[in-house]
Nanobody, 128 residues
Framework: EVRLVESGGASVQVGGSLTLSCTAT????????EGWYRQAHENECELVAH???????YYTDSVKGRFTISRDNVNNMVYLHMTNLKPEDTAVYYC??????????????????????WGQGTQVTVSS
């Protein structure tokens, strides 16, 4: 079964750090492009970071210098390491993948785009 499962969400204080993990099954992970999205409200879906199968990395401006996306192609994992967390980082975080090998897509959370596979989400709450 093609599947992504996120973990690692928690409640943290402003300025704290947290690492989210996403475990992939059911597809050839090294060929995939992996992304982290976050949804603070149902009418938004922000692409936070993504890493392509060739290693190219993107970050949205608000997290540059604070967040790091990485992937482990041996263990089929993608991570989002977050530092200097701010209240505006509070959201449900989702991983999503373009598997490359198939054109089949699935719906993610409301307002999010369709991708080949979405995870179930993990809550990050940053408090003052």
């Amino acid at each position: 079964e093609v599947r992504l499962v996120e973990s690692g969400g928690a409640s943290v204080q402003v300025g704290g750090s947290l690492t989210l993990s996403c475990t992939a099954t059911g597809f050839t992970f090294p060929y995939s492009d992996e992304g982290w999205y976050r949804q603070a409200h149902e009418n938004e879906c922000e692409l936070v970071a993504h890493v392509e199968n060739n290693g190219k990395i993107y970050y949205t401006d608000s997290v540059k210098g604070r967040f790091t996306i990485s992937r482990d192609n041996v263990n089929n994992m993608v991570y989002l390491h977050m530092t200097n967390l701010k209240p505006e980082d509070t959201a449900v975080y989702y991983c999503a993948a373009d598997t490359i090998a198939t054109g089949t897509t699935m719906a993610g959370p409301p307002s999010c785009p369709r991708r080949n596979v979405w995870g179930q989400g993990t809550q990050v709450t940053v408090s003052s």
